[in-house]
């Protein structure tokens, strides 16, 4: 049976309804002292096309505003605005480099179950001026009008240009590991 466009559908990832996390982790001799940070990411916007009988041909552009990480740790005001700071204007420099762009280049899909699969997606990641390939593993399920898509990826600062954070004469450095968290909600537009 020939594919057709009518078969294709876009989905929107509803960034309300879903979660979309970063960790960081604390290094050197003092870091027992110190905590290793989670930033929800907020700022997402998404193209996401596909046909959920097909997912090989799937098409996903995801944007990510770089200045839209939001602590999530319970730390005081002051350390907060700090953290954030540091995040933004030292390590992502988000003046320089405002947005993070993931776009698939293919995929690979085993159905698990009616409307579930394991996917696993390889892309291209511009982050901080540079852009590597990447794959990402990922569970999907539809229901309805509506795809989630949940996982975990690592990735390296280094890989990307990013300046480790260190602090205490660097007692305390930042890990060149960061752990990705998602379950992200996407509705099929009409």
Request: no cysteine.
């Amino acid at each position: 049976m020939e594919k057709t466009e009518a078969s294709t559908h876009l989905y929107v990832i509803d960034a309300r309804r879903g979660r979309f996390t970063v960790q960081a982790f604390a290094g050197g001799l003092l870091s027992a002292f110190a905590h290793n940070p989670k930033f929800a990411i907020r700022g997402i916007s998404s193209d996401i096309r596909l046909d959920p009988e097909d997912l090989r041909a799937a098409a996903l552009r995801m944007e990510i505003r770089a200045d839209s990480l939001e602590l999530l740790d319970q730390v005081n005001d002051k350390d907060r605005r700090e953290i954030e700071h540091v995040t933004r204007d030292d390590v992502l420099e988000t003046a320089t480099y405002p947005t993070i762009v993931f776009e698939n280049t293919s995929v690979s899909a085993t159905r698990t179950a009616d409307g579930q699969y394991s996917v696993g997606l390889e892309g291209d990641l511009s982050l901080h001026g540079v852009t590597r390939r990447l794959k990402v593993p990922a569970r999907i399920a539809f229901t309805g009008d509506t795809l989630r898509a949940r996982g975990e990826f690592s990735l390296k600062q280094t890989d990307y240009r990013i300046k480790l954070v260190a602090v205490a004469g660097g007692a305390i450095k930042a890990k060149d590991g960061l752990k990705f968290s998602f379950d992200l909600v996407a509705r099929k537009q009409e």
